[in-house]
Nanobody
Framework: QVQLVESGGGLVQAGGSLRLSCAAS????????MGWYRQAPGKQRELVAV???????NYLDSVKGRFTLSRDNAKNTVYMQMNNLKPEDTAVYLC?????????WGQGTQVTVSS
């Protein structure tokens, strides 16, 4: 089992930046995939940025060039730096991990971007 603890959401003006953190209860070397999804009101959950197998990284097209994943292996933590935020980035951001073919989710952190 994997516990995920998120932090870093908040309210920011358009053009601003935030950094989200997700700390895992297991070594991220043992986790097959880890990253972030988001869900806005009335919309489906969507993949934002995820580390996959072999350290590959997938980004949602609309965040490419603005959001960047990074990780600190010693802290079992994945970060997502979000720059040039837009109102359409407003959503609950959920940390995601896949371990032993089971999906795990954090509790979610709200990101609100005002225009």
């Amino acid at each position: 089992q994997v516990q995920l603890v998120e932090s870093g959401g908040g309210l920011v003006q358009a053009g601003g930046s935030l950094r989200l953190s997700c700390a895992a209860s297991k070594s991220i070397f043992s986790i097959n995939a880890m990253g972030w999804y988001r869900q806005a009101p009335g919309k489906q959950r969507e993949l934002v940025a995820v580390y996959g197998s072999g350290s590959s990284t997938n980004y949602l097209d609309s965040v490419k060039g603005r959001f960047t994943l990074s990780r600190d292996n010693a802290k079992n933590t994945v970060y997502m730096q979000m720059n040039n935020l837009k109102p359409e980035d407003t959503a609950v951001y959920l940390c995601y991990a896949r371990y032993a073919n089971v999906q795990y989710w954090g509790q979610g952190t709200q990101v609100t971007v005002s225009s």
